[in-house]
């Protein structure tokens, strides 16, 4: 158990993190976990702690879910993320990841630069990045920059962005972490983590909330575009000196 007390920290680290950003921990968990797990345990163990880390979320954050977008951007990514989950021992997951990391960080660059001109609020935009963030979330283990991209495009309350974004996760963790278990992607020696993960969801997203209750909408939205960026930039560098 000694050798996990180092990934428990830092996933409680990534909980905070991922709560004050608004799109989830798993962007900053899955490249934590890697460290310490191989890469379908990896999925499997970010899948279960979403579950938990998304139900924390919706009992914070209740009040500010918006229906119609979490139904029209969840439904297709929770389709989608069942797909990705079933290829992930086709697809070469590393290259896929490489394409989505510099189309994030370009998309994120323009959102930042074009601040004042969000992107229309239409059923296509939204049917879009639930597809491609489920996609994501099934190979490689994290859609929510993804999905934080199409929610922030809309500059959506900070509120309505947090709880809507943790309702459509938790179904597509929830969708996810029986195709992966089934798999035997979550091993039975990792039940001892999770009450630890419980824990860390909770606690992480409360101070998460705090934190919130001190930020503005705009320095929030610059947030979730930083820490898509700061991330993008990871993953590609990640990815070259592999």
């Known amino acids: 158990m000694e050798k996990y007390y180092l990934f428990i920290f830092l996933a409680f680290i990534s909980e905070i993190i991922g709560t004050v950003s608004g799109f989830g921990s798993s962007i900053l968990f899955v490249p934590i976990a890697a460290l310490f797990f191989d890469f379908k345990s990896v999925l499997g163990l970010t899948a279960v702690f ?5 139900l924390s979320k919706i009992a914070l954050f209740r009040k500010g879910i918006d229906r119609k977008i979490a139904l029209k951007l969840g439904i297709p990514a929770i389709l989608f993320v069942t797909l990705g989950a079933y290829i992930t021992t086709f697809l070469p997951t590393k290259q896929i990841e490489l394409v989505m990391s510099i189309l994030l960080l370009i998309l994120s660059v323009y959102l930042i630069i074009y601040y004042n001109k969000p992107v229309k ?8 990045g639930g597809i491609t963030s489920g996609l994501m979330a099934g190979i490689a283990g994290t859609g929510g920059a993804i999905r934080g991209i199409t929610l922030g495009a809309f500059q959506l309350p900070k509120d309505v962005f947090i709880a809507t974004s943790a309702l459509i996760d938790l179904g597509v963790d929830a969708s996810r972490a029986i195709v992966y278990i089934n798999n035997g992607y ?22 998460g909330k705090l934190i919130l209750k001190n930020t503005s909408e705009i320095i929030f939205r610059y947030i979730v575009l930083a820490v898509i960026v700061v991330t993008a930039i990871l993953q590609i560098i990640n990815y070259i000196n592999s």
């Open 121 to 128: 609020q239409t059923d296509t935009n939204l049917y879009v």
């Open 50 to 54: 979403h579950v938990f880390s998304n």
């Open 186 to 207: 979550f091993r039975k020696e990792y039940i001892v983590l999770i009450p630890f993960l419980i824990i860390i969801s909770l606690l992480g997203s409360y101070i």
